[in-house]
């Protein structure tokens, strides 16, 4: 989510090039919008905080929390103007600065798509335990 068309372009390539699938949005009521009608939901969301058209990165992110079917996922705010501790305490899981250097935006995505990955496996063979049986995460 950024309202800067050619940051949205520049991350879209990055994230489609390692291999990630990308939707986009221009302001958060789009993307609300967007997850919201989605089948599938994304592993992470990366947000811009100061976007002056329509509804910033804040108030996305609170909203998102909010939203019982989105609040389980990650939100990375990605941001020339951000405030770090106000967007932790929102909820954010993490706050990269722009200019953000590619590889670290790339792990930050793939570490939380793999925490992701892990949650899902636990609540699914915590789905199906038998009784008898535990389940512990590698």
Do not use: Y
């Not at 949005?25 to 592993?43: D, H, T, V």
């Not at 939203?67 to 939100?75: K, N, T």
């Not at 705010?77 to 899981?93: D, M, P, W």
């Not at 789905?127 to 512990?136: E, L």
């Amino acid at each position: 989510v950024d309202d800067d068309e050619s940051i949205r372009a520049t991350l879209r390539l990055v994230l489609e090039m390692a291999g990630f699938d990308v939707i986009e949005a221009a302001e958060g009521n789009a993307a609300l919008a967007l997850l919201r009608a989605a089948g599938e939901l994304p592993s992470v969301i990366l947000t811009d905080w100061g976007m002056p058209n329509g509804m910033g990165g804040g108030d996305f992110l609170e909203a998102v929390r909010r939203d019982s079917a989105l609040a389980g996922i990650p939100v990375v705010v990605v941001s020339g103007t951000a405030e770090r501790s106000t967007a932790l305490k929102l909820g954010a899981a993490r706050v990269i600065s722009k200019p953000f250097c590619v590889d670290a935006l790339l792990s930050v995505v793939e570490s939380m798509c793999e925490g992701k990955v892990q949650a899902d496996i636990h609540a699914r063979a915590t789905a199906v335990s038998t009784p008898g049986f535990a389940f512990s995460p590698s």
